[in-house]
């Protein structure tokens, strides 16, 4: 009994992992393994995704991001202003450190922070809120988040023209966001301040380090560094001054991209699968990246449409816009609501106003995409 309940756990912790894993295990039986499925692995994506992972983690570990909002919290007094300030950190961070490792980061701090003014309604609103800005302010940039950092190598698309073609969904989210608090925060409270603990900088030669580790990384994102180099770089050297860091890499992403690999390699070789999904997803690829990401999350969706169609910039929109609507749509949503719930034990009032809001973002950001294909 007790085995039982602790193989649910692990698999409620990680689900995705587990289905994609017995996905890949089942499409073997139908491809016979071969030489050929050393091909679907995409190794770029895999060294990147790691290395990124890498380098945050070590950032966190000395305290980088803690000490930095810290600080700039110290300086805002009013929780309509700190909700803003909150919102709009979650959008830029994420652009930069991927939509989960931005809401790993920043929600344990604001629940913290926001507890100083008792104030439960606001506080769900604004988490809400950072959860909303983290997945739609990571669509901006490659490195944002997982899928997009697949869709960019996969479809081997221009920085210039990546930014380009997300740039109006993050602007007009960036303005709905703003709104949103203001609409959501028309009382106000004023403290002496919302910052109770001191946070120690960061050590400087460690931040100096780990900050050009990341600019290694983003010249290979930019296809100036080879990936094997920047592999060897950023593990040796995190590997010298923190070894932990490797500890906190979130490893059931990488065998999941993995597991992915396999099965969409294997689906690829199966012509009626490949004819038969193919034709659905050409009738509009972005919609249809939007509806599965509902059931099966983003960065799934994109792997998996990508093998039956050539539209990339299309696929990029629909599983960005897809991170709206349910909880699962993107799974950073499931790191906010943890952590509410466990702090709060409201998780039905959480969901029901997270759903409603995330559809009318999900909403108007597709009237955006009508308007923009015309």
Do not use: W
Not at 225 to 237: D, E, K, N, R, T
């Amino acid at each position: 009994m007790e085995k039982t309940k602790s193989l649910i756990k692990i698999f409620k912790k990680d689900s995705i992992l587990f289905i994609s894993g017995i996905l890949a295990a089942i499409s073997c039986f139908f491809v016979r393994p071969d030489s050929g499925y050393i091909g679907y692995i995409n190794f770029r994506v895999l060294a990147i995704l790691f290395s990124l992972m890498l380098v945050v983690s070590a950032y966190i570990r000395i305290g980088t991001f803690d000490y930095f909002t810290n600080k700039l919290l110290g300086k805002i007094h009013s929780e309509k202003n700190i909700s803003l300030f909150l919102v709009i950190l979650s959008f830029f961070m994420s652009m930069l450190l991927t939509n989960d490792v931005t809401l790993v980061t920043l929600v344990p701090f604001a629940i913290n922070v926001l507890k100083a003014f008792k104030d439960r309604r606001r506080t769900m609103y604004t988490l809400i809120l950072m959860t909303v800005s983290a997945n739609l302010g990571s669509m901006l940039t490659p490195i944002g988040n997982p899928q997009n950092l697949y869709l960019y190598t996969e479809y081997h698309i221009t920085l210039f023209d990546f930014i380009k073609l997300m740039l109006p969904y993050s602007m007009v989210s960036l303005i709905l966001l703003v709104i949103s608090v203001i609409m959501l925060n028309k009382t106000d409270k004023t403290l002496d301040t919302a910052v109770t603990e001191e946070v120690s900088a960061p050590k400087l030669l460690p931040l100096l380090v780990y900050t050009a580790l990341f600019v290694i990384c983003l010249l290979t994102v930019s296809n100036i560094i080879s990936f094997m180099i920047m592999l060897g770089i950023v593990a040796l050297v995190v590997l010298i001054f923190d070894k932990k860091a490797f500890i906190n890499i979130d490893y059931g992403l990488l065998f999941t991209f993995v597991f992915f690999f396999v099965l969409i390699g294997n689906l690829g070789r199966i012509d009626i699968i490949h004819d038969t999904l193919s034709r659905i997803i050409e009738k509009n690829v972005t919609l249809t990246a939007v509806l599965a990401s509902q059931f099966i999350s983003n960065v799934p969706a994109a792997m998996l449409l990508s093998a039956f169609t050539k539209k990339g910039p299309s696929l990029l929109i629909g599983t960005n816009l897809g991170g709206l609507g349910t909880l699962i749509a993107s799974m950073a949503s499931l790191i906010t609501y943890k952590f509410y719930n466990k702090e709060k034990k409201e998780g039905e009032h959480y969901l029901l106003s997270f759903t409603v809001i995330n559809i009318v973002f999900l909403l108007i950001l597709l009237i955006l995409y009508c308007v923009l294909s015309l």
